[in-house]
């Protein structure tokens, strides 16, 4: 079955650097798009940035551009979320999820596939 694994979760200081991975099986990674969504404490779920199947197209919610870089190896069938300059406001559990549609419609929300999330916590 297909399963999407976080890591690299944790707790932080504010302006520091984490970086996150989702490594993916049972599928074929690399005809997914992939992305990143998280949610805090009483809010939705947002999203974070996608990427696309060749990694040639990425977007970035306007709360991360500039900080967060997504990137993704087709060979190790991983996506990687490189966030730098925290801010306590980035605090949430950070899902990873696959879809067979666009990065357009992955920012509407669409997954076929999620992960099962791992927390960030940036202390102030």
């Known amino acids: 079955q297909v399963q999407l694994v976080e890591s690299g979760g944790g707790l932080v200081q504010a302006g520091g650097s984490l970086r996150l991975s989702c490594a993916a099986s049972?599928?074929?990674?690399?005809?997914?798009?992939m992305a990143w969504f998280r949610q805090a404490p009483g809010k939705e779920r947002e999203f974070v940035a996608p990427?696309?199947?060749?990694?040639?197209?990425?977007r970035y919610a306007d709360s991360v551009k500039g900080r967060f870089t997504l990137s993704r190896d087709n060979a190790k069938n991983t996506v990687y979320l490189q966030m730098n300059s925290l801010k306590p406001e980035d605090t949430a559990v950070y899902y990873c999820?696959?879809?067979?549609?666009?990065?357009?419609?992955?920012?509407?929300?669409?997954?076929?596939?999620w992960g099962q999330g791992t927390q960030v916590t940036v202390s102030s």
């Open positions: 990427i696309s199947w060749s990694g040639g197209t990425t």
């Open positions: 999820a696959a879809s067979k549609f666009s990065t357009a419609a992955m920012m509407k929300g669409s997954g076929d596939y």
């Open positions: 049972g599928l074929t990674f690399s005809t997914y798009t």
